[in-house]
């Protein structure tokens, strides 16, 4: 028997707008915005175009907190695949094709097995997961994302005792993502996790955010997301998965080893070099907010992290 | 006395940057996260016109054109004007008068450290920029004073390229735009340039 528990963080069905209705409100203020400059409308805007994802569980992991309209959510994106500018990736990611889109799971696994992307979506059971989501920058956001627990997959493949790291990968392919032209990054984008983190059920793999497939700008079709990671943990686009018995490179930290460390957890403690991580700007807001530990979700994976020096394993 | 056309042309085309803004901040031009926005649009014309700035002594020793001196003093402002307006940025937008993050910042981060320095130092040309200070200063005092504005061209490249995340491109080529003005500085200096003779208007001399 499933138990609901109403956490006190939990919104109401009837408190949240359709989404019908919150479309035609974007659309009539972008068309009124646009009407204004002398400008024609799209109206086959990106969103609307978008699959609609299948039925979903709400999360008791979810928080309460005012999403971040769905327009921020998807013109401002660090992904640079597709350029540096937060901009970049809504304008040019169109160049992805997220369909079809297959994951490798292979490694220290006893069965490794290449995913449908598709196959994967329709036979999981989906998630809204409403995240609060942290950038490394000092910026944040709330976002509603569809997925489901990475270790529910992991479990599939059934890790073998050497498994102790999660290794992942976006695709490498410059005709799809031009910003690999430039070796801004080691290419292809890899990032990874410890077994015990990647197994917290905190850790999912997001395949769609309010209500729909992902944008490809947020990392079609397939993302991780840590909500207690800075950003950049939260790798797009995955091809592949390996599991490791080493930890493996991560695209930041070798990128700039004094900056960004392979556990990036978030720590209002623990200053980057060029800024403080106390504060941040949830987009939005004219004043900053105080950063939480682990992004506020302390309660459940601090203990992962017992007897650690986290200003050394930053 | 009225302004000339040509400084009025200067003046409107300068202010065009911050001008733009007024219709940028209110149509959300500058994206969903503002104020990161419009610190790096600041900042970018500040450099800029300190750029601008620095070009005119040796752009008007090499050509002889001494009419662009007339410019230098306005461009100038401009610069600190810009400058003003990236730190108005991040003392009042970005942290709302956190002085104790501010303090700490300056102290611990050394592109903020040196962006304030080169912010004092155009504040103290900007202060000092009219013809009355430059009686009380006497001009040689006065010039050795804005010669700082080479330092502050020279810091204002350094804080830009350590504030950037990753591809510093961008703050190479200002830093390699400012590298050869100071260059040409000094090669003039040591009448290693060429100079173009250009006739001198109602036979004035053209400077050495």
Known sequence: MLIRIRRAGDVRESEITPESLYLSRRLFLAGGAAAALGLSVNPARAEAALRALGPMRKSAFSTAEERTPYEAVTNYNNFYEFGLDKEDPAAKAHSLQPRPWSLRIDGEVARPQTFDVDDLIAKTPLEERIYRLRCVEAWSMVVPWVGFPLSSLLSRVEPTGKAKYVAFETLHDPMQMPGQNKEVLEWPYREGLRLDEAMHPLAILAVGLYGRVLPNQNGAPIRLVVPWKYGFKSIKSIVRIRLTERQPRTAWNVAAPDEYGFYANVNPDVDHPRWSQAKERRIGDFFRRDTLMFNGYGDEVAQLYSGMNLRRYF | ?208
């Not at chain 2, 990161?36 to 008007?60: F, Q, V």
């Not at chain 2, 202060?127 to 040689?140: D, F, I, N, P």
């Not at chain 2, 502050?152 to 830093?175: N, R």
């Open chain 2, 1 to 208: 006395m009225r302004p000339s056309l040509d400084k009025t042309v200067l003046f409107i085309a300068a202010s065009l940057p911050a001008l733009a803004l007024l219709w940028l901040v209110p149509t959300d031009g500058l994206g969903v996260n503002p104020i990161r926005e419009g610190m790096h649009y600041t900042g970018d014309w500040a450099i800029r016109l300190l750029i601008l700035a620095l070009a005119i002594t040796p752009a008007a020793k090499v050509s002889g054109a001494k009419k662009l001196f007339r410019y230098r003093r306005m461009i100038g402002l401009f610069a600190f004007f810009y400058g003003l307006l990236h730190v108005f940025t991040y003392v009042v937008l970005d942290h709302f008068f956190d002085v104790e993050t501010i303090i700490k910042d300056i102290a611990k981060r050394p592109f903020i450290t040196i962006g304030m320095g080169v912010f004092l130092i155009l504040l103290a040309l900007a202060v000092t920029s009219t013809h009355q200070m430059v009686r009380r200063l006497g001009a040689r005092r006065w010039q050795a004073l804005h010669r700082l504005v080479y330092l502050a061209g020279v810091g204002a490249a350094v804080h830009f390229t350590l504030s950037v995340k990753k591809d510093i491109t961008e703050p190479l080529i200002y830093g390699a735009i400012i590298a050869a003005l100071l260059l040409a500085r000094l090669l003039l200096r040591y009448e290693l340039l060429p100079r173009l003779k250009i006739p001198a208007v109602r036979g004035e001399p053209v400077e050495p």
